[in-house]
């Protein structure tokens, strides 16, 4: 049973919530599919994702999780979360949208239900530094008890050394709304954040505060309402240094494997530092990556986590075996300057391999393909014995350079789309809602939209299978005359080019984001 300080800040922390809801998005790095593709990089299947138990728990109006429940009718997936206002707008969503795979529950991690049962993949994103250390407990518990044997979670927090900056911006916006409070100013929600951020563009201003804090602090001012609140004015808001987390994993007999962000687990750092490391941190994993935050400053993190009797299974190295590697699947579009040669994060390709590999992804996009496949068509092209694919496709995966998957996917080419039906509510719902409460996003994460263009959801929902690219211009043509449908366009180019323009776009959304699949 949760002691009563704790119970009354359950409280606080619902109302706020309940107050000022969030808007629910779709996160990439916490999804099932992203887990599984970490994993199996180094070495550990975990379980099947068509058929999995999935556990978010705060999972606000449910929109990171109704993406998988729609692509995966077979899986079965919950959301808990303190907010019943969240809740019940959420379950009305799923209930919309005809699902049945999924639901949603009013729920207190404390006092979670053991009948639930076991879950193959468990979320936790923006929950952990948000809340006291016995319900952080009780998170952890959850995960301990209710993830399957070789099952992942997903845990996301606030670190330092990199939050110890943004400290200062909590702390100067905490301190200016107690001083006008104490002069009988009237604080509430919405004026906090807005003398909040008035604090912070002064200190911008004028503080001599080094330029890394200043640059941090600044781009506070540019985040929704609702984020400042929660980030920034929660009355718990505990960052760990991961060794800190770590130690709370093995208490509960957990383990903390890779961050989602792989670049956060291998950095790209020099041979020396590597060395250095290597030298005083031997095979502790952990100790090497609390170094990288130190170098790095890092101030968030989302960890995989899994069971500690499973850590023999895994393969916790940078040096990825050939044979995990085969089996990932990626795919990138790319184009190249004028020049001829690709860039990437502003910087010119020019080596030959890399840029051939580049190549291939552009020719086979959207579809993927395995590294190991790729590895073949770069030795038939370049006809040498040997080759660095694999090194490369490792640094391309880091880097975030392409898009990395653990199952094939094939794009379906129809001269008349046809979108999938379980996709019919789910765009129905954006088109009639115009304050959607949770994003529209792909079932994995990479697309996601707070603010959809209506005229373009419009056009995906003419895609049912009978009707041609030119068959829908022609709709499209006599909707705008009859004034059903807007269409803007800029100097220079006529309504028939931008309906077109339109078409074609819409047209390459659904097929790389397989809503025909």
């Not at 300080?5 to 309940?18: F, G, P, R």
């Not at 993830?147 to 996301?156: F, T």
């Not at 040669?341 to 051939?356: A, C, G, H, P, Q």
Request: negative net charge; proline residues 2%.
């Amino acid at each position: 049973m949760a002691n009563k300080e704790t119970l009354e800040n359950v409280k606080i922390v619902q109302k706020s919530y309940d107050d000022a809801p969030y808007k629910s998005k779709t996160f990439y790095y916490t999804q099932p599919g992203r887990q599984q593709m970490v994993l199996k990089l180094l070495g550990f299947k975990t379980p099947d994702l068509e058929k999995a138990r999935v556990l978010e728990i705060g999972c606000s109006f449910g929109g990171n999780v109704i993406p998988f429940a729609l692509e995966n009718p077979k899986a079965e997936v919950v959301g808990i979360d303190l907010s019943s206002v969240q809740i019940e707008e959420g379950n009305r969503i799923i209930e919309y949208l005809g699902l049945e795979n999924i639901r949603l529950v009013h729920q207190n991690v404390l006092e979670f239900d053991e009948k639930l049962g076991k879950f193959d993949y468990i979320i936790c994103h923006g929950v952990f530094s948000w809340v006291n250390e016995e319900v952080q407990r009780g998170i952890l518990n959850v995960i301990k008890n209710h993830l399957s044997e070789n099952g992942s979670a997903i845990l996301s927090y606030n670190t330092y050394p990199g939050w110890k900056n943004l400290e200062v911006a909590r702390d100067v916006m905490l301190f200016r709304d107690e001083m006008l409070k104490n002069r009988g100013e009237q604080i509430n929600e919405s004026n906090a954040v807005k003398y909040g951020r008035g604090a912070i563009e002064f200190l911008s201003q004028f503080s001599i505060l080094n330029e890394k804090i200043k640059e941090g602090i600044t781009g506070i001012t540019e985040k929704d309402d609702y984020y400042i609140l929660h980030e920034y004015f929660e009355e718990n808001n505990k960052p760990l240094y991961l060794y800190e987390f770590n130690k709370m994993l093995l208490e509960h007999g957990l383990i903390h494997v890779v961050d989602s962000d792989l670049m956060k687990t291998f950095p790209n750092i020099s041979n020396e530092i590597e060395e250095k490391l290597t030298a005083e941190c031997g095979n502790d994993n952990v100790a090497k990556e609390q170094y990288y935050d130190f170098l790095l400053d890092r101030q968030f993190r989302i960890s995989i986590v899994t069971h500690e009797a499973n850590k023999e299974k895994i393969n916790i190295s940078k040096d990825i075996r050939i044979t995990d590697l085969k089996e990932i699947e990626l795919r990138g579009k790319y184009e190249k300057n004028k020049d001829g040669f690709y860039t990437i994060e502003n910087n010119e390709i020019k080596d030959e391999e890399v840029s051939l590999i580049l190549d291939i992804l552009s020719e086979n996009y959207p579809n993927t393909i395995t590294i190991d496949e790729l590895e073949k068509k770069v030795r038939e092209r370049n006809k040498l014995e040997n080759n660095t694919v694999y090194a490369n496709a490792v640094y391309l995966m880091y880097g975030k350079l392409v898009e990395a998957y653990s199952n094939k996917l094939t794009v379906k080419k129809e001269e008349k789309v046809k979108i999938n039906p379980k996709y019919k509510n789910y765009l129905n719902y954006f088109i009639t809602n115009s304050n959607p409460v949770i994003a529209f996003a792909s079932y994995q994460g990479t697309v996601n939209y707070d603010v959809i263009n209506p005229v373009m959801l419009s056009i995906i929902t003419l895609f049912d299978g009978t009707k041609t690219d030119e068959d829908i211009f022609n709709i499209l043509l006599e909707k705008e005359k009859e004034g059903e449908v807007v269409i803007s366009c800029e100097e220079g180019s006529s309504k028939e080019e931008v309906i077109r323009n339109n078409i074609e776009i819409c047209r390459n959304f659904v097929e790389i984001n397989f809503l025909n699949k």
